[in-house]
């Protein structure tokens, strides 16, 4: 349970700080956003010991949650459209790669489901939230540094969780 409230509120602080962008060495500009919705794929891989319709569960509250901040006026329209849009792409694609995967290692499942999402989120989300309004080599270099930032976090996080998530996964496949 703790996973799913460390999920849902990265979710929403990544949402709330989606326009606030530092420059990265190499990759130009990168959300601050980034660095946090990168511990949400680790979260939500953390969230499948309690089954599919729970992480679909969580993953459609934070969407929703995510459109109150927009009706709220807390955040711009078209930001919670594209996370919306993106979270609902990739988090479903993860979950579905994750799924398949239970009988593999923990970094199996996590990095498998990763290389799937990661991207998709990235990109549909710049898509949408940006296109039109910044260069299109800004939102290449947005595109590409968001990549690397989250599966940098996502691995850190998977690194520190690895040991607990295998040990946890071979006691309920004993079960």
């Known amino acids: 349970m703790v996973?799913?409230?460390i999920y849902?509120?990265?979710v929403l602080v990544a949402n709330l700080t989606a326009t606030w962008f530092i420059p990265l060495p190499v990759f130009g500009q990168v959300a601050?956003?980034?660095f946090v919705f990168g511990f949400t794929f680790t979260q939500r891989d953390r969230m499948h010991r309690h089954g599919r319709k729970f992480v679909y569960t969580v993953i459609f509250i934070a969407a929703g949650l995510s459109a109150l901040l927009s009706l709220a006026g807390a955040v711009d329209?078209?930001?919670i459209v594209a996370s919306v849009i993106a979270i609902i792409l990739s988090e479903t694609a993860d979950t579905e790669v994750y799924q398949r995967l239970l009988a593999k290692s923990w970094w199996h499942r996590v990095l498998s489901s990763n290389a799937v999402s990661?991207?998709?989120d990235s990109i549909f989300f710049n898509l949408v939230a940006f296109l039109g309004v910044?260069?299109?080599r800004f939102l290449v270099s947005l595109i590409v540094g968001e990549i690397v930032v989250k599966f940098a976090v996502g691995a850190v996080t998977a690194v520190w969780r690895s040991k607990h998530e295998d040990q946890i996964s071979s006691d309920s496949a004993s079960v």
């Open 3 to 5: 996973s799913a409230i």
């Open 8 to 10: 849902v509120t990265a």
């Open 32 to 34: 601050v956003g980034t």
């Open 77 to 79: 329209g078209r930001i």
């Open 118 to 120: 990661i991207p998709l």
């Open 134 to 136: 910044f260069d299109v």
